[in-house]
Structures are given as C-alpha cells and as structure tokens.
C-alpha cells in the first residue's frame, strides 16, 4: 500500500517562503510522476505543479510560475514543493499526488495517490 505523507504547511505573511514535503512509502517512488495540487476553501481543487520520474522535466500553473519549485529526492522517496513570494491566493490546502496513470499531468483523477494535505495560509 502506497502511503503518502505531506508536511511543512504553515501559517506566513505575504512575501515569505514555505518549503512543502512529501514523503512517499510502500512503492517504488523513483518510477512516479509526481505533483502537487491545492484546494481553497469552497473552490475545486487545482493543480500546481509537476515533476517527471528523473525530475529533469517540470510544469508549473501560470499564476506560480517564478515563485513556486517542484523537484524530488528519489534516494529519500521524496518531492519537495519550494514556495517562494508567497500571496494571499496561495492559501490553500495543499496535496501532493503520485503515480499518474491517465489523464494530462493536470487533472487529479489520473493519478493513483494521494496525501492527506498540508495547510498552507497567507496573510495580507
């Protein structure tokens, strides 16, 4: 069974960084795509970010390109998501997701696990 852990949420201002992590165990993490979503209160839930097996190739939603980075630690079983200028529109729980099985690298359905979420809030 496939267990993802997420971490590192928190509680910042406008202009400060956060540093998400997810911890994958039960698989074989280094043959997973890899991705983070959000979800703010009383929106659907979105994606952020992807990251490809090796990590050599990354996408990035439009409103967090330049400020947000994904990558991963295959030997840790990890993938980071590094938020840097953080806004009040990034508030949001956050969900890292693994194994994508069908689907673009952005719908949710095609990906097999998920974590519990990591709040993340941003005040102005």
């Known amino acids: 069974q496939v267990q993802l852990v997420e971490s590192g949420g928190g509680l910042v201002q406008a202009g400060d960084s956060l540093r998400l992590s997810c911890v994958a165990s039960?698989?074989?993490?280094?043959?997973?795509?890899m991705a983070w979503f959000r979800q703010a209160p009383g929106k659907e839930r979105e994606w952020v970010a992807h990251?490809?097996?090796?990590?050599?190739?990354?996408y990035y939603r439009d409103s967090v390109k330049g400020r947000f980075t994904i990558s991963r630690d295959n030997a840790k079983n990890t993938a980071y998501l590094q938020m840097n200028s953080l806004k009040p529109e990034d508030t949001a729980v956050y969900y890292c997701?693994?194994?994508?099985?069908?689907?673009?690298?952005?719908?949710?359905?095609?990906?097999?696990?998920w974590g519990q979420g990591t709040q993340v809030t941003v005040s102005s």
């Open positions: 039960g698989g074989t993490f280094s043959g997973y795509e």
């Open positions: 990251i490809t097996r090796s990590g050599g190739s990354t």
């Open positions: 997701a693994g194994n994508r099985r069908y689907g673009t690298v952005s719908q949710a359905p095609g990906y097999a696990y």
